[in-house]
């Protein structure tokens, strides 16, 4: 967002999970706080719209319904009888903007067929128009408890940098329920803009493979790929020239911390994995090996016994908190750009192929006061390597 120059009203941080009528109520409830008028488009954050300009018209007549108080989904028209997704049934018409009929669960192959074969059935995309003070009212008459207790946990919430985190002990009281199940199932006031965007739902590695152009043995890779004697496998790769020989459907995915090779129709038992590291207390599920911040990013290259080595980008006009560590020292070497640096109050300029020491206990602070990002390399040592060994000043 950043990077587009948008200045969010506010990035939420849920204390913990809750589903998504919990976050469709925050909406309204935030976007009622600046404006009484105020239309919400609620999006999944991991769909493909291929066809922007086709969404963008179902968007604008869904405007149109949803300015009147009407609660407005999408649908898709669906290309098979795909048992993964939930149908929307609708009434008969041809208007743009129809009225919902049922919400249908995910059906088993037999009815998603019948389904196709009448016609009046769509996929729910999981993505909603509504009038903020429309949903205010639904969530009132549906689901009192959870308007009352989001508004609260929104109350309390805290500012914390570019972020707005809830208060934890409201929150965790909301009810773990769909927003469908909470309101979309029970309110009458539904419609719904039939549009076909190219949208995939790209919930799971499958239907990334299946949204990416292939060659003529069906295989599709992100980074560097070599097939060979192999048929519809997906390769994902950051950091490395992966290499598939003789198999066919597998896919196999190589992060920087973590390597998934696995059957395509098994793609859902990856959470047992994630399950299995859990109960391990494994760093894998919990953060990547790049680590965001509001000044920049680190990124773990090497760790061992007494020593971590990171690379670092630092944003211009921004820099680290004064601070000191008890247990490591630290060398700092400039890649790129410029580094105001300040140890024990003496401030330096260190500019490229240009390094620094700071001993163990000394005060450091960093910031980038020039107009292009600092890359730079840090090498921690010391008998104690974690980070929690920040003395912040």
């Keep these: 967002m950043a990077e587009m120059g948008i200045k969010p009203q506010a990035i939420v941080l849920e204390p913990c999970g809750r589903n998504t009528a919990a976050p469709a109520a925050l909406a309204a409830l935030m976007a009622l706080q600046t404006d009484e008028n105020a239309i919400v488009l609620l999006l999944p954050s991991d769909h493909l ?43 008969a018409g041809s208007e ?24 009046n059935y769509l996929w729910n995309a999981g993505i909603f128009m509504y009038s903020a003070a429309t949903m205010r009212d639904a969530f009132l008459k549906h689901a009192p408890d959870i308007w009352e ?53 790209l919930g799971s590695w499958p239907a990334i493979w299946e949204s ?14 070599i097939f060979e004697q192999s048929k519809n496998c997906l390769v994902y790769s950051e950091d490395a020239l992966v290499s598939v020989v003789g198999l066919q459907d597998v896919m196999v995915v190589n992060t920087k911390d973590a390597l998934l090779v696995a059957a395509k129709d098994k793609a859902q038992d990856v959470k047992k994995v994630v399950e299995q590291l859990d109960s391990a207390n494994r760093s894998e599920t919990v953060q990547h090996r790049r680590v965001y911040r509001p000044w920049g990013w680190s990124e773990r290259i090497s760790e061992g016994e007494r ?3 990171q690379s670092m980008m630092i944003k211009p006009g921004m820099g680290l908190t004064l601070q000191r560590h008890i247990h490591r020292a ?18 330096e300029l260190i500019s490229e192929n ?35 060994d920040i003395l912040r000043v």
Aim: net charge negative.
């Design 354 to 388: 240009q390094s620094v020491f700071v001993p163990l206990g000394a005060r450091h602070k960093l910031q980038n006061p020039g107009k292009i990002p600092v890359r730079m390399i840090e090498v921690q040592s010391g008998a104690y390597i974690a980070e929690d």
């Design 307 to 309: 020593f971590r080595v």
């Design 330 to 347: 630290e060398h700092w070497v400039v890649v790129s750009g410029t580094l105001e640096v300040t140890i024990d109050g003496k401030n």
């Design 49 to 91: 719209v291929a066809d922007e300009e086709e969404f963008q018209l179902a968007v604008e007549a869904a405007q149109t319904a949803a300015e009147a108080g009407q609660i407005v989904t999408f649908g898709i028209e669906p290309s098979e009888p795909n048992t993964g997704y939930g149908y929307i049934r609708l009434c």
């Design 149 to 201: 207790q989001v508004s609260e946990a929104s109350k309390n919430a805290r500012h914390d940098l570019d972020f707005l985190r809830l208060e934890e002990g409201a929150f965790a009281k909301v009810r773990n329920i769909s927003f469908d199940y909470a309101i979309m199932e029970n309110e009458e006031n539904v419609a719904c803009v039939p549009t076909d965007p190219g949208w995939s739902d």
């Design 96 to 119: 743009p903007v129809r009225k919902v009929d049922a919400f249908v669960e995910k059906p088993d192959l037999a009815t998603a067929e019948q389904f196709l074969k009448h016609g």
């Design 212 to 225: 990416m152009a292939k060659n003529d043995e069906g295989n599709s890779a992100l980074g560097e790929a």
